[in-house]
């Protein structure tokens, strides 16, 4: 019986985390122009209304992924230039592209109950992807995860707590070594402890 317990809150996790990094609200993000067009809660002509993910000033996480990095940030640290951002899923991912629209860089933001993902370092762990080897880094954040991914490249994954809510940061580069993708988590991760 306690092997079935611990399997099923190990499968709540992992859905839990995949909704923190991918979203799982069910709605496809909605076009810019189209913002206004969402019916408001109680308004009797539109869907039902949905509770809103509110969250306290001091536990709300980056309103963007693109807010975690700079675009002189990543300029400098990739050696590389000019780019710019295209924000995704609702802000909760960020990709930063070259010139040739060629991604150099994502960022993805989410949040989750401690009680869903089982604290930083499961957030952290769950948060990287791929089968590759997999390195803890100390020093970044409360758990990082250094991973390779065959798809989306190197990755460095890492959380932190915020009372009782657990944010993870995961930020994937198709072609830079480690060294400055661990440079990019280390502003990431002071921009995070600055905005709660």
Do not use: K, W
Request: aromatic share 2%; glycine share 12%.
């Amino acid at each position: 019986m306690t092997g079935r317990v611990g399997s099923t809150a190990g499968l709540v996790a992992v859905v839990g985390l995949a909704c923190l990094l991918g979203g799982c609200d069910g709605d496809d993000p909605a076009p810019r122009h189209a913002a206004s067009a969402t019916p408001t809660p109680g308004d009797p002509a539109g869907a039902p209304p949905r509770p809103t993910r509110a969250a306290s000033a001091g536990n709300a996480p980056p309103s963007s992924g693109c807010d975690l990095l700079s675009l002189t940030r990543v300029e400098e640290v990739l050696a590389i230039g000019p780019v710019h951002t295209r924000p995704a899923d609702a802000g909760r991912t960020c990709d930063y592209l070259d010139g040739r629209e060629r991604r150099v860089l994502t960022v993805t933001v989410g949040q989750l109950p401690q009680a869903m993902v089982g604290g930083p370092v499961d957030a952290a762990r769950s948060s990287a992807t791929g089968g590759g080897p997999r390195e803890t880094l100390p020093g970044i954040a409360e758990a990082a995860v250094l991973y390779q991914d065959p798809v989306r490249g190197l990755g460095l994954a890492f959380a932190r707590a915020r009372g009782d809510l657990v944010v993870a940061v995961d930020l994937t580069v198709p072609a830079a070594d480690r060294e400055r993708l661990v440079a990019l988590a280390r502003t990431a991760a002071a921009a995070l402890e600055t905005a709660g």
